[in-house]
């Protein structure tokens, strides 16, 4: 079980990584109309590509549409799927079921499916980079990465 005990904190850790950068756009961007701190600098990072919190967060492609709300901000719906993957990871902490061990990937995976576009948009689309987004994408890509390597070990405990 000692093996349970050192994936989970890092399962959790990203995840409440990822709720604190998300929730922290909303407050600061969206509630109070003030750029969250690091969103000031004005440098490339890529040719034609650069640091503008402002630009990605302004956009149309920072709200996601949902039935009866209308539009949402993105950074919301991110916080709402690293508080589920806490919830999924302490499922399957606690049960090692199945269920638990297949909710668990598929939710990851399509936090993982999610990325390539989110890039696109930011790289290719906006041609601007949030640190923010970029640090939420960080954590979903080595969220996965866990527990893909903690579901291969942890396969024959699982029930």
Avoid: Q
Wanted: proline share 6%.
């Amino acid at each position: 079980m000692w093996v349970v005990n050192v994936w989970l904190p890092l399962l959790v850790v990203f995840s409440l990584g990822g709720v604190a950068a998300s929730l922290l756009v909303v407050y600061l961007f969206y509630v109070l109309g003030t750029l969250p701190p690091g969103c000031y600098a004005d440098l490339e990072v890529l040719p034609g590509v650069t640091m503008d919190c402002v630009r990605v967060l302004t956009s149309e492609y920072a709200y996601v549409p949902v039935p009866v709300l209308g539009r949402v901000p993105l950074d919301v719906a991110a916080a709402v799927w690293f508080v589920v993957n806490i919830g999924a990871a302490l499922w399957l902490y606690k049960t090692l079921s199945r269920g638990a061990a297949r909710f668990v990937f598929w939710w990851r995976l399509l936090g993982l499916a999610i990325l390539p576009y989110l890039l696109y948009l930011e790289f290719a689309v906006l041609k601007a980079v949030c640190i923010y987004c970029t640090v939420m994408h960080v954590f979903i890509l080595a969220d996965f990465v866990v527990i893909s390597i903690f579901l291969r070990k942890m396969a024959p405990l699982i029930r």
